[in-house]
């Protein structure tokens, strides 16, 4: 334990992707850890996730990135497919494709981030926290279970949706903003005559719907995704989950090939994700006393159409931790320190592509032929930029690329490994 943090508790709710990385880098900085998890266990489910740019070096600084490589899912690439199950592009992993390396499941992931905390962090499953007290040098939370207990600091993960964002922040100090489009994943059992299966399958569909499969780590299952826009919200994501499979069948009619698997792999399914899609826009991602701190989705949620929330989360608890443990006797400093380092990387990551996601969501046959067109056309732009040398040139001048930020080093406020209580 350092002098600094002197083994100072911090209090952590949500037990995802950014809960458990800020434990994990607070536990090598001699803090103690607890983290709070609505869920029974370790949320399962979610689809394939990829962590390249900074969330990759922070991967590698955690000494995870071996153990990530050997959970990939085995998307060997993507294909844009159409409705009669024929691949119009193919675009293998390497090239200009969405795969990559580090493809893994959310679940995999989250899995992963508990088992590498498990030891040193206490964590609490269902339960969650109802009343936050923010005074002098500590912070009074209340839980749903009807317990109280103090701590130094607490940190907020819970994701998009936080109800705990609220206790913090104002109404007028954050922001949901709707992308105008609904997201759901669910697994369904693979399909053995799928001869694209190890693809990351894109099924474009009129009435401005898009459909993908995934393949999934043990090849028993098929991952979903399917998206499809709508101006405002119908409130489909508040609905229970068998009200939402009923809502969804009628977006899969019209699918082709496709529509009676899927329709009965929805039917069947037990780990549905539907959501409205959009971004958290937030002035501040702590209180105003400086001990409650937000990361992750619930504080700047990109959505998945950005394809960086995972990284985003990585790295926005490495650079909170660091911060916290670098500002020990002055948490306010340590969190306004993180809002600063982190707001030109979020701000890049939060501006999508122009159009996005309407775009390559088209209402016609014609508009799907045109979306074909583009993709072909851009990748081929893409490859000769690659080849030309250009690129390499060009990140020479320019600096790191979006979706990178120059990482501080916090190495020094290291006191163990937290894993075996070695220094790393
Ligand atoms: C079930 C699930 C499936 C997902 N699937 C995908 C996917 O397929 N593709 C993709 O790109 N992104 C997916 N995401 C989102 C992705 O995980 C995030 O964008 C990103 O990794 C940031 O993670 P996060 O830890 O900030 O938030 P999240 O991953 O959203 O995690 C929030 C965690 O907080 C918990 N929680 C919520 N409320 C409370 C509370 N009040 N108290 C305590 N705990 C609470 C949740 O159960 C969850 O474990 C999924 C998220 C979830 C929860």
């Given at each position: 334990m350092t002098a600094s943090t002197n083994g100072r508790n911090v209090l952590i709710s949500g037990g995802s992707i950014a809960g458990p990385s800020v434990a994990f880098w607070l536990n090598r900085y001699g803090f103690r850890t607890t983290l709070v998890e609505r869920w029974h266990e370790v949320r399962p489910g979610g689809q394939n996730v990829d962590i390249e740019g900074s969330g990759r070096t922070v991967l590698r600084k955690m000494k995870l990135e071996s153990e990530v490589l050997a959970l990939h899912t085995k998307e060997t690439g993507s294909n844009w497919m159409t409705i009669d199950g024929q691949s119009r592009l193919h675009l293998p992993m390497g090239d200009i494709s969405p795969t990559n390396e580090t493809e893994i499941q959310r679940g995999d992931l989250a899995k992963l981030l508990y088992d590498k905390t498990k030891a040193q962090t206490e964590w609490i499953f269902g339960d969650q926290i109802v009343g936050i007290d923010e005074r002098g040098e500590g912070v009074e939370v209340e839980f749903q279970s009807g317990k109280k207990k103090e701590f130094y600091a607490v940190v907020l993960a819970d994701g998009v949706g936080s109800r705990t964002r609220k206790l913090v922040l104002g109404p007028d100090e954050y922001q949901f903003r709707p992308l105008g489009c609904y997201i759901a994943y669910w697994g369904m059992p693979?399909?053995?005559?799928?001869?694209?299966?190890?693809?990351?399958?894109?099924?474009?569909?009129?009435?401005?719907?898009?459909?993908?499969?995934?393949?999934?780590?043990?090849?028993?299952?098929?991952?979903?995704?399917?998206?499809?826009?709508?101006?405002?919200?119908?409130?489909?994501?508040?609905?229970?989950?068998?009200?939402?499979?009923?809502?969804?069948?009628?977006?899969?009619?019209?699918?082709?090939?496709?529509?009676?698997?899927?329709?009965?792999?929805?039917?069947?399914?037990?780990?549905?994700?539907?959501?409205?899609?959009?971004?958290?826009?937030?002035?501040?991602?702590?209180?105003?006393?400086?001990?409650?701190?937000?990361?992750?989705?619930?504080?700047?949620?990109?959505?998945?159409?950005?394809?960086?929330?995972?990284?985003?989360?990585?790295?926005?608890?490495?650079?909170?931790?660091?911060?916290?443990?670098?500002?020990?006797?002055?948490?306010?400093?340590?969190?306004?320190?993180?809002?600063?380092?982190?707001?030109?990387?979020?701000?890049?990551?939060?501006?999508?592509?122009?159009?996005?996601?309407?775009?390559?969501?088209?209402?016609?046959?014609?508009?799907?032929?045109?979306?074909?067109?583009?993709?072909?056309?851009?990748?081929?732009?893409?490859?000769?930029?690659?080849?030309?040398?250009?690129?390499?040139?060009?990140?020479?001048?320019?600096?790191?690329?979006e979706d990178e930020i120059v990482l501080p080093d916090y190495t020094a406020l290291e006191i163990g490994s937290g894993q075996d209580g070695k220094k790393p």
């Open positions: 693979r399909d053995a005559s799928d001869q694209f299966y190890d693809k990351w399958q894109i099924v474009p569909l009129p009435n401005r719907r898009i459909l993908s499969t995934r393949p999934e780590r043990t090849k028993q299952f098929t991952n979903t995704f399917f998206s499809f826009i709508e101006p405002t919200s119908l409130g489909l994501e508040k609905l229970p989950k068998a009200e939402q499979i009923e809502k969804l069948k009628p977006y899969l009619r019209g699918s082709g090939k496709y529509e009676a698997t899927f329709i009965k792999g929805l039917e069947n399914s037990n780990d549905l994700y539907l959501d409205y899609a959009g971004q958290i826009h937030a002035k501040r991602w702590h209180s105003t006393g400086g001990r409650v701190a937000l990361v992750g989705d619930a504080a700047y949620c990109a959505t998945p159409f950005s394809g960086m929330g995972t990284p985003l989360s990585l790295v926005g608890a490495y650079i909170l931790a660091g911060e916290m443990a670098r500002h020990a006797g002055d948490p306010k400093k340590g969190l306004e320190d993180y809002q600063r380092i982190m707001t030109p990387y979020v701000k890049s990551i939060q501006t999508l592509g122009p159009g996005i996601p309407r775009i390559v969501h088209p209402q016609t046959w014609l508009g799907i032929e045109t979306l074909y067109w583009l993709v072909r056309t851009m990748v081929g732009i893409g490859r000769l930029w690659k080849r030309s040398g250009l690129e390499w040139l060009f990140s020479k001048i320019s600096g790191p690329p």
